[in-house]
């Protein structure tokens, strides 16, 4: 099952340079060998501004290409070199890097820094060191050096990345004479895990970025600041059962899915809640109420030691559509509930019933409704697709 | 003091699609003197649009007995059977 291999929650924050239109450090990631495979880019170009992150963009862009196509790390920093436009300026071409290179299913990575502030790995507050780094040095450019160093992650653990503009925050303050430096970043991070022990990537690394600023006279942005969290956790695991089973004989192994397995479970359909009620022996509660607040959706109930029920087809075909777009400022209650559980989950598990109403394919019906396999379908592609959501579908 | 009548209107695809989101609002419509003698319940699905022999949705049940094609208007009229309004003492 899908839900055994850890997630992979990976977020960033950037902040720009003062009085800049265009961060001068770029991130870029990408799933490679079937999405097996996760890696992440950071680099930083030379300087700031659109210069900066004309540099930082070609490198994260060459370096992802080829991880993905698994180039000899040497040649491809060389190409990667090679290919900079040199600064008017200073006569130089430079953009550092980190890559991180991860196998989804073992935590097995490797980790390649030219330039950047070394990565930090930590499981809960502990710090956890490589097991293995060493350097790599391109005869052609003797002065960038690299270090590859290979890690372990477990569930649980987090890696944190950052640009200068972290590690050099509030340099020349009284305080902070060197910087915050790495050690600053690393206390800082460990206090707010001791702190929130489940902090989201995302809030971390906003975290990191924000606090970095802030060290800085006058909480300017000095330099670019850029911060990237990688958390390898348990995925949250969203079930939705919807449609009747085709064969009645299956409605108590349907039914059962409703009780025991994921994080969180809704129901999408008025039978199916039926059937799953009888079958658990709970019952649903609808609150009329909410028929004010509902929208142009029926209103969404609760299943006692289940989760929400909503109504089926119109729901769903609602939920796609917002996905679809983008936007659900406008969503019935329904709608935004089961939008909410998504964005919340990781791994979403849908349980799909595959009998027809035939009611619903009345022609004299106010509008088409579509038919439940296709919303399905189209409900996977985009929760792949535009959200990064793994999506696994059983059909009953 | 007399049982409460039960309504229950279905909130399944079809009724909701023909008429069931406005049913859902008849407490809404209810004259006071009714108010506290009819129980308004939303039931996710009844399972009977796929039924011919007992009309379209949407449905609804009032004290166990089927309707189809309900309205607001129908409903009401299949209340008042159950619940003359008492004329008015003077």
Not at chain 1, 169 to 176: I, R
Not at chain 1, 310 to 336: C, F, K, Q, Y
Not at chain 1, 338 to 367: C, F, M, R, W, Y
Not at chain 1, 369 to 382: A, G, M, S
Request: aromatic fraction near 6%; charge should be negative; include cysteine.
């Amino acid at each position: 099952m899908p839900g055994d291999t850890p997630f992979v929650e990976l977020e960033y924050c950037q902040l720009t340079h003062d009085g800049e239109c265009a961060c001068g450090d770029d991130f870029q990631w990408a799933l490679a060998d079937g999405g097996n495979r996760h890696i992440a880019v950071l680099s930083d170009g030379l300087g700031s501004g659109i210069k900066a992150h004309l540099l930082a963009n070609m490198t994260t862009t060459m370096a992802l290409e080829f991880m993905k196509s698994n180039k000899p790390i040497l040649r491809s920093a060389e190409i990667i070199m090679d290919s900079l436009p040199v600064c008017e300026v200073r006569k130089i071409s430079y953009a550092t890097f980190t890559i991180v290179d991860m196998l989804s299913a073992t935590g097995r990575a490797r980790v390649i820094e030219m330039g950047n502030p070394s990565y930090i790995q930590l499981r809960g507050e502990m710090e956890i060191p490589s097991f293995s780094r060493r350097e790599l040095v391109s005869e052609r450019w003797p002065d960038r050096k690299m270090d590859i160093s290979e890690l372990q992650m477990l569930t649980g653990d987090r890696l944190i990345f950052c640009s200068d503009g972290v590690t050099q925050a509030g340099l020349g303050t009284g305080v902070y004479k060197f910087g915050w430096r790495r050690s600053g970043c690393l206390a800082f991070a460990r206090e707010l895990i001791a702190r929130e022990p489940a902090i989201s990537a995302k809030d971390l690394s906003r975290a990191i970025a924000f606090n970095a600023m802030s060290l800085n006279k006058e909480h300017k942005c000095v330099d670019d600041i850029s911060c990237v969290v990688l958390y390898f956790r348990k995925p949250r695991v969203l079930r939705i059962l919807t449609g009747p089973p085709f064969h009645k004989e299956d409605d108590s192994a349907f039914a059962a899915l409703a009780a025991d397995g994921a994080d969180r479970v809704i129901i999408c359909g008025g039978t199916t809640a039926n059937i799953i009620t009888r079958e658990l022996h709970t019952r649903v509660e609808l609150d009329l109420k909410m028929v004010k607040v509902s929208g142009s959706l029926p209103p969404p109930g609760k299943m006692a030691n289940v989760g929400l029920v909503t109504e089926g087809i119109l729901t769903l075909t609602r939920v796609t559509t917002d996905l679809e777009r983008h936007n659900w400022d406008d969503s019935p209650v329904a709608a935004r509930e089961i939008l909410a559980a998504i964005e919340e989950s990781d791994v979403i598990e849908l349980v799909v019933g595959t009998k027809v109403n035939e009611a619903h394919q009345d022609p004299k019906l106010p509008i088409d409704l579509e038919i439940r396999r296709n919303i399905i379908r189209r409900l996977q592609t985009v929760l792949e697709n535009d959200y990064r959501k793994k999506v696994t579908l059983t059909y009953f | 003091m007399q049982d409460k009548i039960k309504l229950e209107i279905c909130c399944g695809t079809t009724c909701y699609m023909l008429g069931a989101a406005e049913l859902m609002t008849i407490e809404d419509t209810l004259p006071d003197a009714w108010k506290d003698r009819v129980d308004v319940f939303a039931i996710p699905c009844m399972d009977l649009c796929t039924r011919e022999d007992i009309g379209r949705a949407p449905f609804v049940r009032i004290d166990g007995e089927v309707m189809g094609n309900a309205t607001l208007e129908t409903v009401h009229r299949a209340l008042s059977k159950l619940l003359p309004i008492e004329p008015e003492e003077v």
